[in-house]
């Protein structure tokens, strides 16, 4: 692993989050649930293993979205600030304190993509999430 760490925080600074190490991928994604709790036409998720990161600042309040996943957000701000898996832990690309030195990787869920997101890069896409 290397020696980078990635700092992410929310809108009011209550929760702070370090990630070690490259991210394994970054992601858009057109999924229903990212549009409703972001109130916005998609996500951009950046997916590190668990094990990497870590919170330095606050408790993240957390909410079972569904089977496999909880969203994670501050309950001062409302910011969201996670998804928790098994294996990850996704930070939204917006919390970062260097968001511009992550390289997205790809689209998922795309059937999903409002109307007015054009889906006109050279980035795979793929119509669900990928499988394991």
């Not at 036409?41 to 990161?53: A, C, L, P, Q, Y």
């Not at 606050?58 to 294996?87: E, M, P």
Request: net charge neutral; hydrophobic share 30%; charged share 25%.
């Amino acid at each position: 692993m290397n020696d980078v760490v990635h700092k992410a925080s929310c809108l009011c600074g209550d929760i702070e989050i370090e990630a070690k190490g490259s991210p394994n991928y970054a992601e858009y994604c057109h999924c229903i649930m990212c549009q409703k709790s972001s109130g916005s036409s998609f996500m951009v998720w950046v997916i590190f293993d668990k094990e990497n990161v870590r919170v330095t600042k606050g408790t993240i309040t957390k909410y079972q979205s569904s089977k496999n996943l909880q969203r994670g957000f501050c309950k001062k701000c409302g910011s969201n600030v996670s998804i928790h898996t098994d294996k990850c832990f996704d930070i939204p690309i917006g919390a970062l304190e260097k968001p511009n030195e992550i390289k997205i990787t790809r689209h998922i869920w795309t059937h999903r993509a409002l109307n007015h997101v054009s889906l006109d890069d050279d980035l795979p896409k793929y119509n669900d999430d990928i499988p394991d």
